[in-house]
């Protein structure tokens, strides 16, 4: 499954029924100048291929998770901080934000994660791309 991705892209794993997390992929490919993530909700095929290969607990990471070739597997508060630092200038400057401790970022993420479905609500089913967008999606 890890064969299906390109070299120099990213794949982000988001958790496709959540409004708030759907907005935040939103905003990736808006700002994706360079072209270099593909995405998949953490409810597809691939999305549980990657969550089993890598044995990842989903009851303590379950909103976003960034995969890099080179970095491998990141989480929370790191994965959302990497993911604006590749994104360019001026959005990469919130990136200033990794020399925070893990667990500080981190507590403020699990906070945000714990109450999204309150506060952003919910979808029934995951986002369905446009065909302009399906070629950034995988299944």
């Not at 890598?54 to 009851?59: A, M, P």
């Not at 990497?82 to 925070?100: D, E, M, Q, R």
């Not at 952003?120 to 446009?130: A, D, H, N, V």
């Amino acid at each position: 499954m890890l064969e299906l991705i390109p070299r120099e892209k990213k794949l982000i794993l988001f958790d496709g029924v959540c409004n708030l997390c759907n907005s935040s992929i939103q905003f990736v490919i808006n700002h994706d100048k360079k072209d270099i993530f593909l995405f998949a909700p953490l409810q597809s095929n691939i999305g549980q291929q990657i969550i089993s290969h890598f044995k990842i607990d989903t009851t303590k990471t379950d909103s976003i998770i960034l995969y890099t070739e080179k970095t491998g597997i990141d989480y929370k508060s790191t994965a959302a901080l990497k993911t604006a630092y590749y994104l360019g200038f001026p959005i990469n400057l919130v990136s200033i934000f990794l020399i925070v401790p893990p667990i500080i970022r981190n507590w403020f993420y699990d906070l945000i994660a714990r109450n999204r479905y309150k506060w952003f609500g919910k979808k029934s089913e995951c986002m369905i791309p446009t065909p302009e967008l399906k070629s950034k999606f995988l299944n």
